[in-house]
C-alpha cells in the first residue's frame, strides 16, 4: 500500500483554554484561533461568572475578566459567540455551580441564531464534587448540587442529545496533589455518585438510562510520569467498561466507551528557565494521543509561559501548532494501539485498578463521593499527597529541571520583550463590563425578569428540573448573580471543609527543626504562640498553595488561622483584628493581587494593624512586585520559590524584627 492509501483515523478535537477581558475580545481571539486550524472552542469564564456574581458585586472587585470571560446575561452571550455559528461548532464550556445557567445563556443564544438545540454539540464540565475538593467555585450544598447536576443530564439527553452534560473532572484533583491511583478512584467515584443522582431521580426512564450513561464525558490530566500517565489512561478505559457494564447493566459498546478530553498539566509549568515547559507540555500530550485504545477525543494544551502570567495569543498559536505536527505530520494515527501486548503495560495497568478498586471501596463503605467530600476525607488525602509531592521537591528527590536541578541559564529572549513574555488585562476593562451591565438592566423589561426568576424560584421549591426555567429567564435578560441568588435563596450557600487540620504533621528531624526552635523563641518573647493568618481574597479558589502554606505554618509550630476561600478584603482584616495574629499571609492566583492588597492594606491601616507585616504569594509578575512592595507588603513569593521551609523561617524573621 502506497503512503497515500494508508488509512489515518480522525484527529482529536483541537482547542485551546481561552476567554479574557470582555466578551468582544474573546470573540476576536476564538474567531483568530479557528482561522488558525482550532475544530472546536473551550471557553474559560472568569470567576465572578463561575461563582454566581455579576461583574459589579463587592466580590467581583478585581477580578472581573481576569482568569476568563465575564458572561453576565444573554447580551454578552451574544457578543461571546457573534459570527460564530453554534449549530456548526463544539464548543466546551469549562463552568460547574452556574453550569445550568451558562447552558440556559447558550442554548438561547443559539436558538435567537436560528439553530436547532437538537444538533448543537459541545460540553459543560458540571462537575462539583471536585470543586469541593480542589478548584473552589461551588456555590450550593452537595445536595443541591446534585440535583442540579441531575437537571442538565436529564434536560440534555432529550433536548440536545449530541451535548456532554457533565464533564467529570480529574484533571484539578491532579493539580491538587492526587495520586494516580487517586484521580482514577476519585474521579469514577464522582461519577458513580453522578449517575445514581440521575437513576434516583426518576427522570430518565430505565430503557434511555444506557444512553444517559452513555453521555458521560470525563476532563483528564496528563503529568510527566510518561509510562504511569499512559497506564492510568489504559486504567480508566477499562475500569469505566467495568463499571458501567456490572453496575448499570449497559450492554452496548459504546455507551460503556470511556470518552475524554485533556488538557496537560499546567502546575508542572516552571516559572524558572520557562522555555522547559515546551518539551514538557509536548511529552504530557503524548501521554494522552499515542494509546489508540485509551486515545482523547479532544485536546487543550496550556502555553509555555503559564506560570507567569496570561499567554498571548501567539503563545496559544504555538500550543495548537503541536497539535497539528503530531496530528497531521506524524505517522501516528495511521497505526492500532502501539501498547497491546506489552507485559511492561498489562502489569502496570493492573496494580492502577487494583489499587484503585481498593480506593473505591473505602468511598463505597463510607456512602460514596459526596460522603467523603462532607467528611473530608478525600481533601485530607489530597492535602497529604500534595504536601508529601512539595517536600519531595524541596528534598531534591523529585527532579525538576531548571528548579532544583541544573538551574544554570542564560537570559531567556522569550521574556525579554518589553511585555515580559505575557498579556496584562487593560484596567479599564472591569469598569467597562460594570457600564455595560448597568446599561443592559436599565433596557431590559424588569417585570418580564421578576415573572421569570419566579418561575425558576417555584420549579427549585418544588424539585422540578430548573433547565426550562432557566432559558425562559435568560430570554428575559435576567442576570448571571439573579440567578445564582434565586438559588441561592432556596439552596443556602456552603464552605466546603479545608482538609488542614486533619492532614498528617510532619515528623521531627525535617527541615523544619530550625524553624521550630526560631518559632519557640519568638513565642517567648511575644508572650504566646505566634499567630498566622492565611487569607484568600476575592474569588480566587485554587486553594493548594494557600493549605501547604497553612500545613507547614501549622508544623513549624505556629498558630495558624485558616478560613478557606473566597473571603471578602473587610472579613480578612476583621479577622486578623479579632484573632489577634502577628501576620497575614494572602494567596492570589487569579491576578487580581493588586487592587485586592491595596483594599486590604488601606483597611489594616484604617484599623491600627499597619504594624502586622503582610505577604503575598501567586503567580506575580517583577513589575507587580513592586507595586506590592511600594504598598508595604513584607514579602512577595511566586512559584520560583518553591522551598517553604525557607518561606516559614522567613514568616519568623520577619515577626521577630518588629519584636525586637
Not at 475578566?65 to 453554534?86: A, N, Q, S, W, Y
Not at 445536595?143 to 451535548?163: A, C, G, Q
Not at 510518561?226 to 458501567?244: P, S
Not at 503524548?286 to 487543550?300: F, I
Request: include cysteine; charge should be negative.
Amino acid at each position: 500500500m502506497s503512503e497515500k492509501e494508508v488509512q489515518r483515523d480522525r484527529p482529536w478535537l483541537f482547542r485551546t483554554y481561552s476567554g479574557h477581558s470582555s466578551a468582544k475580545a474573546s470573540n476576536a481571539l476564538y474567531r483568530t484561533n479557528l482561522a488558525k486550524g482550532q475544530t472546536g472552542l473551550s471557553v474559560a469564564f472568569d470567576l465572578p461568572t463561575q461563582t454566581g456574581y455579576d461583574s459589579d458585586h463587592v466580590l467581583s472587585r478585581g477580578e472581573v475578566g481576569k482568569v476568563g470571560v465575564p458572561i453576565c446575561h444573554l447580551g454578552d452571550m451574544r457578543t461571546l459567540f457573534e459570527g460564530i455559528p453554534l449549530e456548526q461548532m463544539n464548543t466546551s464550556m469549562t463552568i460547574n455551580a452556574t453550569a445550568p445557567w451558562l447552558l440556559a445563556l447558550y442554548v438561547a443564544t443559539a436558538e435567537e441564531q436560528g439553530a436547532d438545540r437538537a444538533k448543537l454539540s459541545g460540553t459543560v464540565q458540571n462537575d462539583l464534587i471536585k470543586e469541593y475538593l480542589s478548584r473552589g467555585t461551588y456555590i450550593f450544598p452537595p445536595k443541591p448540587s446534585m440535583k442540579l447536576i441531575t437537571d442538565v443530564i436529564s434536560f440534555t439527553y432529550r433536548e440536545i442529545p449530541k451535548w456532554n452534560p457533565t464533564n467529570v473532572c480529574s484533571y484539578h484533583l491532579q493539580e491538587a496533589g492526587a495520586t494516580p491511583v487517586q484521580e482514577l478512584a476519585y474521579a469514577l467515584a464522582t461519577a458513580i455518585a453522578v449517575l445514581d443522582a440521575v437513576h434516583d431521580s426518576g427522570q430518565v426512564p430505565a430503557e434511555d438510562f444506557p444512553k444517559v450513561v452513555g453521555r458521560i464525558s470525563f476532563f483528564v490530566n496528563a503529568g510527566l510520569r510518561f509510562v504511569t500517565e499512559i497506564a492510568k489512561m489504559r486504567a480508566f478505559v477499562e475500569l469505566w467498561d467495568e463499571i458501567t457494564r456490572e453496575r448499570y447493566g449497559v450492554e452496548e459498546d459504546k455507551y460503556r466507551r470511556f470518552r475524554y478530553g485533556v488538557q496537560v498539566n499546567s502546575l508542572g509549568l516552571t516559572e524558572q528557565q520557562p522555555e522547559n515547559n515546551v518539551y514538557r507540555i509536548l511529552l504530557e500530550m503524548l501521554a494522552v494521543v499515542l494509546s489508540k485504545k485509551a486515545r482523547a477525543r479532544a485536546v487543550q494544551l496550556p502555553a509555555w509561559n503559564e506560570a507567569l502570567g496570561l499567554p498571548r495569543p501567539w503563545d496559544q498559536q504555538w500550543s495548537l501548532r503541536l497539535q497539528q505536527i503530531m496530528a497531521f505530520e506524524t505517522d501516528l494515527l495511521e497505526y492500532e494501539d502501539l501498547f497491546d501486548g506489552s507485559r511492561v503495560m498489562e502489569a502496570k495497568v493492573a496494580a492502577l485498578k487494583e489499587e484503585a478498586r481498593a480506593e473505591l471501596a473505602r468511598i463505597e463503605e463510607m456512602g460514596g463521593a459526596i460522603a467523603a467530600v462532607e467528611s473530608s476525607y478525600m481533601k485530607q488525602r489530597l492535602v497529604e499527597s500534595n504536601t508529601a509531592r512539595l517536600k519531595a521537591i524541596e528534598s531534591g528527590e523529585q527532579i525538576v529541571v531548571g528548579v532544583n536541578k541544573y538551574t544554570e541559564t542564560a537570559p531567556s529572549p522569550l521574556v525579554s520583550d518589553e511585555d515580559g513574555g505575557i498579556m496584562t488585562v487593560d484596567p479599564a476593562a472591569e469598569a467597562e463590563q460594570i457600564e455595560r451591565l448597568r446599561g443592559w438592566r436599565e433596557s431590559r423589561d424588569q417585570k418580564a425578569v421578576d415573572k421569570a426568576l419566579a418561575a425558576l424560584r417555584d420549579a427549585a421549591q418544588e424539585g422540578r428540573n430548573v433547565m426550562e426555567p432557566s432559558i425562559e429567564a435568560a430570554r428575559a435578560g435576567a442576570t448571571t448573580g439573579e440567578w445564582a441568588q434565586t438559588l441561592r435563596e432556596v439552596f443556602g450557600e456552603y464552605r466546603a471543609p479545608t482538609g488542614v487540620g486533619k492532614a498528617a504533621r510532619g515528623v521531627a528531624g525535617d527541615s523544619l527543626e530550625q524553624v521550630r526552635q526560631a518559632v519557640e523563641e519568638v513565642s517567648e518573647k511575644l508572650g504566646r504562640r505566634l499567630k498566622f493568618l492565611v487569607g484568600k481574597p476575592g474569588l480566587d479558589g485554587h486553594s493548594n498553595g494557600a493549605e501547604q502554606i497553612a500545613v507547614k505554618a501549622r508544623d513549624a509550630g505556629m498558630e495558624v488561622v485558616y478560613e478557606g476561600i473566597r473571603l471578602t478584603p473587610a472579613q480578612i482584616v476583621n479577622a486578623a483584628l479579632e484573632e489577634g495574629v502577628h501576620a497575614v499571609g494572602l494567596s492570589i492566583l487569579s491576578g487580581s493581587h493588586l487592587p485586592l492588597v491595596e483594599e486590604i492594606m488601606t483597611r489594616m491601616k484604617k484599623a491600627g494593624l499597619q504594624d502586622i507585616p503582610v505577604i503575598v504569594g501567586g503567580i506575580i509578575p517583577p513589575e507587580d512586585e513592586k507595586q506590592l512592595r511600594a504598598m508595604g507588603v513584607a514579602r512577595v513569593y511566586t512559584p520560583k520559590d518553591y522551598h517553604m521551609s525557607d518561606i516559614m523561617a522567613d514568616i519568623v524573621e520577619i515577626v521577630a524584627a518588629g519584636v525586637n
